[in-house]
């Protein structure tokens, strides 16, 4: 090998050498932060519970224990909680709230989950809703229109179409876009070492 390759090569294992120290030390050093949430510790559990109100203004509720499905893709230091609110009109919410525990991988894309459900992505948005809090405030979130195509009792087919709204949360901090949030939760963790 020539001198110069030599020199790239050394470069190049310090580099990594660096990087895994680096990373060793991160991961060593990281801690949970406060969730962006109201949750409650559950003794002797790494979870914690999720208590989503039972009324809604005119909605009723009931609560979705979690599907097998979810709970075997899901890391197990998630927490998760879902209900079902109906307004006395038949309008029916599914409101589900996934908080990440130290495994990163239970918050994902929504384009992985919802196409692997059966459902089609028609439109992508992000829009504004007004929150009437003390103090009021704007909050952003990404609204996509979802379609489906189900089999009615008689054989024939239907079109189903859902709203699918999301954002991500984090204590003093809320997004709706995906690489933003990784964005915020890796500076984040290397400023302060709290995994949000």
């Not at 893709?73 to 599914?94: M, N, W």
Request: glycine letters at 6%; aromatic letters at 10%; charged letters at 20%.
């Amino acid at each position: 090998m020539k001198t110069s390759q030599w020199r790239f090569l050394a470069v190049a294992l310090v580099l990594m050498a660096g990087t895994a120290a680096a990373l060793a030390w991160l991961r060593s050093n990281q801690k949970l932060g406060a969730p962006g949430i109201k949750a409650e510790p559950v003794a002797g559990q790494v979870q914690m519970k999720i208590n989503l109100p039972e009324r809604v203004l005119d909605f009723t509720s009931t609560n979705v224990p979690e599907p097998p499905v979810v709970l075997g893709y899901l890391p197990p230091d998630t927490s998760y909680s879902e209900r079902l609110y109906f307004d006395p009109d038949g309008l029916r919410i599914q409101s589900t709230v996934i908080l990440m525990g130290a495994d990163r991988t239970s918050i994902h894309r929504p384009e992985y989950c919802l196409p692997g459900q059966g459902w089609k992505i028609d439109k992508k948005e992000t829009v504004t809703i007004p929150i009437a809090d003390n103090p009021p405030y704007q909050l952003q979130v990404a609204r996509w229109d979802l379609s489906t195509s189900v089999q009615q009792a008689d054989g024939s087919k239907a079109t189903v179409y859902a709203l699918y709204v999301y954002w991500y949360v984090a204590k003093d901090d809320e997004t709706p876009d995906h690489d933003t949030m990784l964005e915020h939760l890796t500076l984040n963790l290397f400023r302060t070492g709290d995994l949000q």
